[in-house]
Each structure stands twice: as C-alpha cells, then as structure tokens.
C-alpha cells in the first residue's frame, strides 16, 4: 500500500503500511488475498524463514521476498536496495556462496513436532587457530532427511559432554540444549554471510564486536577426511564476507 485516500504512504515503514492495509480493506474469498507473512527477528536463527520458504514452494510459489519491516523499511519506486531479498529454492540450491565451507557442530537442539526424539538443528563454529577457539556461525535445520537426522542423532550422542567448552563462542541467544565435543567436521553452502548481533565467527576481523554468521546454511555431508582444526578458520570467513560485499536481508518474508 503505498497511497491511501489522498494520502502518499512512501515515506511510512513497512509495517505501518500494512496495518494500514490490512484495517481498510477485506479480503474476499476468491476474489482478493493478503500476502501470508512472517515476521523474524535477526537472531542468527534462519530456520524459521526456511521453514516458510518450503511451505511456499509447496504451494507452487517462486519463493519469499525478505523485506526489513521497521528501519530502513519506506517504499523506494524503481530503485534496488538492501532492504529487500528475493529468496527463491533455486537461488538456495544453487546459487549463494560460491564455496562450501567445512564447519564443526559444537551444540544441538532438540527437535519438536514430527522432529521429536531426534536433534532437529546444529550449532556450526569455524575455527580460529590464533585463539584456539570455535566461533559459532551458523544454526542449521536444513539439508537433512528423517533418516540423516536419526542417524546424525545416533552418532552425536557420543560427543555430549557436561558443559560448554571454554573455547567455544556464540550469543546467549544461541546457547543450545547439549554441548558436543568438537569432533566432527560438516560441509555446509550457505546462500551469503552477514554481520551478526549473536555469531561469533571471525569476531573482530570486520566489525569490532560483532561476528559473522551464514544466512540460510544447508547441509551438504560430512567430511571424515578433516579434523576441527582442519575447519574453516574465521579468517576464510572473513575473507569470504568481505568478497562478497555486505548485502543484508530483510526482517519480514512474504
């Protein structure tokens, strides 16, 4: 909605638009529709935007446009910005990251609904050899079959230790419901990298505090042939972030 009676709405945020659009109009049944939504905060937790993506393919949709709800959310006509990101399957499948990286699950959750009594996502660290320490850059749940899930779950339970190693970094807002051993070591894509508020990857190498963290990572194998401190180091991370440009998506998929 970007003009309402008399009214240019250009410079409003997205969400006032909505609300907006939603409070004068009514949808009708097979005539007119409101876009379904989500909305996500930035947490460093995508699976919920994947989740989404999946259910919209499934409806045979092309994807999800990510679009920033509050800041940096006015309408710009015929003008590309950072403020909105067209997430289709194919860009997920083959495009994004250039090149795989190889990161180490340091922590599991458990899963819910038809993932219960399995770990239904990972905490993924690259390695920083100056520090000794794994930074965390990504949550996955993605990239994995039933049966893969079992059998990572089998394999894992191993690994579980008491508590969180002292050399394992990430955001509170990530701490997960068991710690591994840092043993394992998995191939991940990912569709780019950001700046994040909860990672801990290549922390202090481009933003003094912050870390960076893989958008939308997908499991790709593991890699038995590597050991952890074979991993990724947070200094690839950040050369790879810095290739890259920094390009952000947005807080709300529709």
């Not at 529709?33 to 905060?41: E, G, N, S």
Request: charged letters at 25%.
């Amino acid at each position: 909605l970007i003009y309402l009676n008399g009214k240019p709405l250009l410079q409003n945020n997205l969400q006032e638009r909505r609300e907006l659009l939603h409070s004068h109009f009514q949808a009708v049944e097979g005539q007119f529709a409101f876009a379904r939504y989500l909305d996500h905060q930035e947490n460093g937790d995508t699976t919920p935007i994947e989740l989404f993506l999946q259910e919209s393919v499934s409806a045979a949709c092309e994807g999800l446009m990510l679009k920033t709800l509050v800041e940096n959310a006015t309408y710009e006509p015929s003008k590309r910005s950072l403020s909105w990101l067209k997430l289709k399957k194919d860009y997920l499948d083959n495009h994004g990251v250039a090149d795989s990286v190889d990161l180490v699950p340091i922590g599991a959750y458990h899963g819910r609904g038809k993932r219960t009594g399995v770990y239904g996502a990972y905490l993924l660290a690259c390695y920083d050899p100056d520090s000794e320490d794994f930074q965390s850059v990504c949550k996955i749940g993605t990239g994995f079959s039933d049966v893969l899930l079992q059998q990572l779950t089998s394999d894992m339970e191993s690994l579980v230790i008491d508590r969180r190693a002292l050399n394992y970094k990430c955001g509170d807002a990530l701490i997960p419901d068991v710690w591994f051993d840092a043993r394992k070591v998995w191939e991940i894509r990912a569709a780019d990298l950001s700046i994040s508020p909860v990672h801990r990857g290549a922390v202090g190498r481009v933003d003094p505090e912050r870390g960076i963290g893989l958008r939308f990572p997908r499991f790709i194998r593991e890699r038995p042939d590597k050991n952890p401190e074979n991993a990724t180091s947070a200094e690839q991370i950040a050369d790879m972030y810095r290739s890259q440009g920094d390009s952000q998506a947005g807080t709300t998929a529709e």
